[in-house]
């Protein structure tokens, strides 16, 4: 069983950066895609960036130029550093993982962490 812990979250002003990371429980040889997704209060959930196992990466338009994601393979850990945090980014941020296992896609989600971004 794979869990995903997110840290980094927190209390920012508009303008300011955070890097969120999201580190698995045990290291994953099977990875699909790894990602970050956000909850705003009223709001459904929304992909921010994916990056698959062969790097390429995926960014919602809001977010382009200002957030990078970025995985280290040997720690199983994915980043995102999130710079010129405008207060529409306050939300919820979940890690995601597709893992290949028993030759099938499941999907592991992390338990969030709060990013408020003050106006």
Same mark, same amino acid.
């Given at each position: 069983q794979?869990? &995903?812990?997110e840290s980094g979250g927190g209390l920012v002003q508009a303008g300011g950066s955070l890097r969120l990371s999201c580190a698995a429980s045990r290291s994953i040889f099977s990875?699909?895609?790894?990602?970050? $997704?956000?909850?705003?209060p009223g709001k459904q959930r929304e992909l921010v960036a994916a990056i698959t196992s062969g790097s390429t990466t995926n $960014?919602?338009?809001s977010v382009k130029g200002r957030f990078t994601i970025s995985i280290d393979s040997f720690k199983s850990t994915v980043y995102l550093q999130m710079?010129? &945090?405008k207060p529409e980014d306050t939300a919820v941020y979940y890690c995601n993982a597709i893992v290949v296992t028993q030759g099938q896609d499941n999907d592991y989600w992390g338990q969030g962490t709060q #990013?408020? #971004?003050s106006s």
């Open positions: 794979v869990q &995903l812990v990875i699909k895609a790894m990602g970050w $997704y956000r909850q705003a $960014y919602a338009d710079n010129s &945090l #990013v408020t #971004v």
